[in-house]
């Protein structure tokens, strides 16, 4: 039994993941009566108001909820996970060795997945301890490859994972955003503009995908004395890089700081 303490958005998106591969051993915890019942309906999951109860009837616990209410979950459920429980976290900037102070398990993963999971394009990052056996690890991992890749690094970098590949859905739709309100002002009606912008990102993303490098794409597209290079010349020769740098800095000393408070 996969058991949810938490029935938000990245906790439907994994539901959703597990379902549509046949998982039907999932419990989620959920204080709102209507979003149980939303759950309960669209994924035919069992849900319950009592995070206790998630514990009792689950192997794997997977900590879907906000970091600043971690702390009240951990001290309420602490009596009851046991060493036969694998508890996983997807809490921003929250460390393990935090949610080692409360709970009698050893079998701890930090999990940082993003907003495309409810597209099933996420890309999830684990951390964990080496010590783990594979038979431990293979199911969690099994989750998040549901709704897009995984990858594992020490967890020394997972504020850098949180301000890139978690925070990076915001970021790209911001670059998006300037893109379609450029042109826009340069003479396009909105809904042409936002559908050429999309379509462009969405057809750049595939190509990435295919294995493509990015600097061969854009050689590709990039002829000598052509628009591309005219367009080019203006972005090397501004700040864009050290801007980037400084959002994704920002975003990285920001879930450092999410991780000293807790």
């Not at 000598?224 to 801007?243: C, H, N, W, Y």
């Amino acid at each position: 039994m996969i058991g949810f303490i938490g029935g938000g958005n990245m906790a439907e998106a994994l539901i959703r993941g597990l379902v549509k591969e046949g998982k039907k051993n999932i419990i989620v915890s959920e204080p709102i009566a209507e979003r149980r019942r939303y759950l309960e309906n669209c994924y035919g999951v069992k849900t319950t108001p009592s995070n206790q109860e998630v514990v009792n009837l689950s192997n794997i616990i997977v900590l879907a909820v906000k970091p600043q209410n971690m702390k009240e979950v951990l001290e309420e459920i602490k009596d009851t996970v046991s060493e036969k429980h694998t508890v996983v976290s997807i809490a921003a900037g929250i460390p393990i060795e935090f949610i080692q102070k409360y709970l009698k398990t050893d079998k701890l993963i930090r999990a940082m997945p993003n907003l495309a999971a409810t597209v099933g394009e996420a890309i999830t990052v684990l951390a964990l301890c080496e010590c783990l056996e594979m038979k431990i690890i293979a199911p969690v991992r099994d989750i998040f490859m549901s709704v897009g890749k995984v990858i594992t690094l020490p967890e020394q970098y997972m504020n850098l994972v949180t301000a890139l590949s978690g925070s990076g859905p915001g970021f790209f739709c911001y670059i998006v955003e300037q893109f379609i309100d450029v042109a826009t002002e340069l003479g396009f009606a909105e809904d042409i503009a936002k559908e050429l912008v999309v379509q462009t990102f969405i057809g750049t993303a595939k190509l990435l995908d295919s294995g493509l490098p990015p600097d061969k794409i854009r050689q590709k597209v990039t002829s000598p004395a052509g628009t591309t290079e005219a367009g080019l010349k203006v972005l090397s020769q501004g700040a864009l890089r050290e801007i980037l740098f400084k959002t994704v800095q920002e975003a990285a000393k920001r879930a450092e700081e999410l991780s000293i408070q807790s």
